[in-house]
């Protein structure tokens, strides 16, 4: 009687922890979604930053044009008058994701707009990923391990920073793809199942469609592939693959030196091989050809800055012109993933023991990503979830350690209570501690069983086991119980150290959509909506075929809010283009003009911080654009304008600064907002105080000045100023007009 | 100039047109209010029937250059005279083509339900309101430039009837007056122009009077708003109203100067449109004001129990010509918009935008209807066209029945309610939420049926027997697990009754101990039995087969040493031999016990492992 009773109610805690593994699972998603929705309550469901915008508008297409037009789409409304065909060039995953979700909902009646979709694809994918999460390392460590990863994932800093609500970029599915690739991968050296492998497929193609990160995963995995072979841990399964290639190899050899006399087949090895090594140094020889006649070595620019972190810096300008490709800095590391920094360690060596092909596939992936992250700030992404799992295993095995050091050293769990008659009460008691106790300590025993429980075996006298066995082979891992109390506290103050940090980082660091921009004052809040102003006043106010240039960052932007055709957008595939922009706005304001005029401009597009600071504003950008510029037109040189290599906007600037279109359009007039025209950004006074524009003119103008808009004046008055002059001078052409204003041009 | 001309000679073609009618209008009173983008004309008739016969309808002309910019024409009169005066009687008003007439001129006719008998007299009061009728002059302007307007009227009445007296007074806003047409009569009191009194003025007497002065009041035109009215019977009332604005006063040319704007505001920039004023219903609630690219920060809302006021920005100010577009949306309480009447609901609302800065070209009001309602009927103060359209949202299934109204040149003064009349059984509000909860009921229970049901596709085929085998053999080496355990357990007892036999030295209660397990023992050696046959002829065991054997025969062994080590121990004790010697002969059976539970635990381990 007495087993039956405890055999049921180990069934019972068993089902239990299901359930409530379950539960934790279900809350942790919630977290997920919910800890991302910061900023749609403190700004708005709106997408936010640059790329998203670009995403956002496919996705209307999309919606709007089916797939076929989709995938046919040449978007002649950006790099004008070269366009971009959007079908072929981009990651289709993230847009078809949210393009079906729409459909789905539409399709049930439930009226949400594309926008709406956009902006929480994210969150949703974020909860999804944290189950990915919880399964990958339930593979590798135990289901205690996997609520662990799967809880920190749901929140950790990095992830947030790219999956906040309204963040609708490729990362946002992309890591969940990634974890789940993972997975998958796992599983299936698991089981060697074929399903799983066919899964695993299918997860690696989305994770293809999705993101530029899948070069990630193409790579890691044959790394894991080869380290199984060369440590051989699989050996049941990779020694009788290559066991079976090279009993066919010999076969072939045999059955062919059966047909053949011993001369001819002297012979035929001898053909063989030397037409082999031929082929192969022929190979090998177009293949150095090949890498040696392209200038990056048949290598993109951006992977070279993965192998050589200092390469973009030096040779690419408009790669390292972008934040998000330096490398972090150590704060940034512990703004990101915070404490787990210091617990992946503790996972690593987790890992090894014991070493599975699991294990090593986690502990490849932490170091393989570690390094990437070093490179590239962006990469910390894929840095992320391994730190996650690392971190998971740590806190899981700590508290495994622990908690079972605290219950062996309980009063009425030890040894001696069970010398006594009443086994079965000493046994519920040490499962109602089990219980009790957080839900990490119970991985260890609940993987196992639930399995047995599913095929509804009846188990009679189990709990025996484990805790008749635990005594004999775990005693040696029993800590004071003072030792472990005080570790367990500490562990739970880390772990709530971290939480505050996420939220912290959730709330205030990585919720702002960037168009629209907030600061608090004594009288309240203030919010800085200039971008929206400008865009919608173009939208609204300009023809519908005007093209608009600006520096590339706004062209996502200007695109999808003001649906203007635009010269150059973040897409960055042309680089003669970007710059042909950047010369203009280092030119002087006539060559300028002539440069936007050859292309069919009609309005220029500045942002401009001075007034209100806001540090991100062009004329910050400016030297990238002279140095971007100048790669590809030399007349630009990037000493011209720095003094003394500062690079100044004050009295002390160089004259081709203060001359040139982007100084001109960013301070026109701004003296009068002052009399002073202290620039609040730069925090001095500008250089050049008092001009006018000839061939520009000032059309709008938001609310901060932190978007101005000029248009080209019409070449009309030049003509007229030009039928003037060759009046008075008759044999005057236009050369020597050029060398007039040339030599006007400089500064005094 | 060529306008005047034009004009004075349409006069004069007028003036060649016989009267028609006995009517005569022994007063005429108008007074012409400009200080808004849309111009009233209140006039006061007195008409009288000098002729015999009855008569039923008065005709009021108009110009077509007038008549197109006509928004909204209304003609009461109210009973009584002087303090006691009545509730006003308002007549139907159509547009008629008599015969005869003069061309250019467009009819409209007030019908008189009791008629006018003969010397019978009656005041009428008609009230006119004309949109787009002031014109900007010049067409464009700068940043700098003040707004000037120009509006035509003619100083006389114009009327198919003779006219005894009659006066015209045109309110100006209080700001500059750059011309207007000096006649006879003609006084200026402040930003006041009176002309008249006229009297004795025959039929279609004409005097083109022109008006130019300061307008700097906003000209903010709605080309299109599309009021979407969702009548939810869950309590609610949502209204989203998308705007399409343009400023329709003088275009704007050249640069715009934020700064200019920002510095001087009434000089730089006094015609733009800064912020509109929605005057909402009481109670309103989860109102926001959005464009196509997010919410516009630029509002500001306040209120009281009898209405709400809301200022809207839009995003920039703007000047003349500039466009916008914004939606504003917002939810009222049911029980304040719907009735019942005989047996049929009704939604009584506003038909109009509640912005009354803004006059609307084209205004397309929407009413939603809950699904399932039927016997749909529009009544409707003026005269709008109906349509009909269904809107699926929100899981329905046959879709909402939608009321389209559509009405072009709307002014402030269609701003009165109109009612939807249907008919709606209680009953279909359940669908839905009947709808998810079946939905969910059925998702569940899909979900058992997955968890319990084999999906195996072919039930013969060898991986699923294998597995089918596999699964059976896991079952009988956990079986045999636990009976191990079992074993295992009854020998630590074994052991602690020995204990107990060395502490309290009762041999009894130790044998008693040793026959009941002895019986346990053997029960599960009977067990084991079929388990282990079970084992053997099952071909998916053979890996792990030799283990479990290995195992049982182990534990065998261990019970037997067990058996013979309790026994010793038990003799020793009948034979009162000391606890030393005890000891000493047991030692070896202990060693052997010891590294025979050490191998059946290895073993275990061994086979968790498989």
Known sequence: MAASETSKETILRYAFGNVLSFFILVLIGVLAFSIRLFSVIKYESVIHEFDPYFNYRVTQYLTKNGIYDFWNWFDDRTWYPLGRVIGGTVYPGLTLTAGTIWWLLSSLNIPLSVETVCVFTAPIFSAFASWATYLLTKEVKGAGAGLMAAALLAMVPSYISRSVAGSYDNEAVAIFALIFTFYLYIKTLNTGSLFYATLNAIAYFYMVCSWGGYTFIINLIPMHVLLCIVTVMTSEHFASFLVFIIIHVVALVYYIKGILSPKMFKVAVTFVVSIGVVVCGAVLAVLIALVASSPTKGWSGRSLSLLDPTYASKYIPIIASVSEHQPPTWPSYFMDINVLAFLVPAGIIACFSPLSDASSFVILYIVTSVYFSGVMVRLMLVLAPAACIMSGIALSAAFDVFTRSIKFQLPGATENSERDAGETSSNSVVAQNDVAKTEKNEDAVKERPSKKNRKKEKEKENVEKPSVKSQIKKKLLILPLEASIIAIFLLVLLGAFYVVHCVWAAAEAYSAPSIVLTSHSQDGLHVFDDFREAYAWLSHNTEVDDKVASWWDYGYQTTAMANRTVIVDNNTWNNTHIATVGTAMSSPEKAAWEIFNSLDVKYVLVVFGGLVGYPSDDINKFLWMVRIGGGVFPHIKEPDYLRDGQYRIDSQATPTMLNCLMYKLSYYRFVETDGKAFDRVRRTEIGKKYFKLTHFEEVFTTHHWMVRIYKLKPPKNRIRGRAKKSKSKASSTTGTKRIGTKKKNPWH | ?610
């Open chain 2, 1 to 610: 100039m060529g306008l005047r001309f034009d004009l004075l000679l349409f006069t004069i073609a007028l003036l060649s047109v016989p009267v028609l009618s006995d009517l005569i209008l022994s007063r005429v009173d108008r007074r012409i209010d400009l200080t808004s983008q849309v111009v009233r004309t209140t006039s006061t008739l007195k008409v009288e029937n000098a002729g015999s016969d009855l008569v039923s309808e008065v005709l009021l002309a108009f110009p077509d250059s007038q008549a197109k910019h006509l928004a909204y024409l209304s003609a009461s009169s109210t009973e009584g005279k002087g303090k006691a005066k009545g509730s006003a009687v308002s007549f139907p008003v159509e547009i008629v083509h008599p015969k005869g007439m003069p061309p250019a001129l467009t009819f409209y006719s007030v019908s008189l339900p009791k008629g006018l008998g003969k010397g019978d007299s009656l005041t009428l009061d008609v009230l006119v309101v004309f949109k787009g009728a002031l014109q900007p002059f010049p067409e464009k302007i700068t940043q700098a430039d003040i707004q000037l307007v120009v509006f035509y009227e003619t100083a006389y009445y114009l009327s198919p009837y003779a006219v005894k007296v009659q006066s015209l007074s045109v309110k100006l806003p209080d700001a500059r007056i750059e011309s207007f047409t000096k006649i006879e009569n003609t006084k200026i009191h402040g930003s006041e122009i009176k002309y008249g009194p006229y009297e004795n003025l025959p039929p279609f007497s004409y005097s083109p009077i022109v008006v130019h002065f300061e307008a700097n009041q906003p000209f903010a035109i709605a080309q299109e708003l599309v009021r979407e009215i969702e009548i939810s019977h869950w309590g609610n009332v949502q209204v989203t109203e998308h705007y399409n604005l343009v400023h329709g006063g003088a275009q704007s040319k050249g640069e715009f100067s934020r700064l200019d704007f920002q510095a001087r505001p009434h000089v730089r920039g006094a015609s733009a449109i800064r912020h509109l004023v929605a005057k909402l219903p009481p109670r309103v609630h989860s109102i926001y004001y959005r464009d196509e690219i997010g919410n516009i920060s630029t509002s500001n809302l306040w209120g009281d129990h009898k209405k709400t006021e809301m200022v809207i920005e839009p995003r920039y100010p703007m000047f003349g010509g500039w466009r916008t577009a914004f939606t504003i949306g917002y939810s009222l309480p049911l029980q304040d918009f719907l009735f019942q009447s005989d047996g049929k609901r009704y939604v009584n609302i506003s038909f109009g935008s509640p912005v009354n800065e803004v006059v609307i070209d084209t205004l397309i009001v929407k009413v939603v209807l809950p699904e399932g309602s039927a016997d749909i009927s529009v009544s409707a103060p003026f005269p709008v066209k109906q349509g009909q359209e269904t809107k699926f949202s929100h899981l329905d299934l046959v879709g909402r029945p939608v009321v389209v109204l559509e009405k072009t040149n709307v002014v402030p003064e269609h701003n009165q309610h109109f009612q939807v009349y249907y008919k709606f059984s209680s009953l279909s509000m359940l669908t839905e939420p009947l709808m998810l909860i079946s939905g969910f009921f059925f998702l569940f229970v899909t979900c058992i049926v997955y968890m319990h049901a084999d999906l195996s596709i072919s039930k013969s085929s060898p991986s699923y027997l294998a597995k089918l085998q596999w699964d059976e053999v896991q079952a009988a080496v956990q079986q045999v697990r636990n009976i191990i355990n079992r074993c295992l357990m009854i020998h630590d007892k074994l052991e602690a009754s020995l204990r107990d036999l060395s502490r309290t030295g009762d041999v009894q209660a130790c044998k008693s101990a040793r026959k009941a397990f002895d019986g346990l023992l053997k029960d599960l050696s009977k067990d084991l039995k079929p388990l282990l046959a079970s084992l053997q002829t099952s071909p998916q065991a053979a890996q792990i087969l030799p283990k479990v054997e290995e195992l049982v025969g182990k534990e065998r062994d261990l019970q037997e040493r067990m058996m013979a080590k309790h026994s010793t121990v038990v003799d020793s004790y009948e034979k009162k031999s000391s606890g030393r010697e005890i000891e000493n002969r047991v030692a070896l059976q202990q060693q052997k016990i010891t590294a025979l539970r050490q191998e059946v635990d290895d073993l275990l381990d061994l086979i968790d492992e498989i």
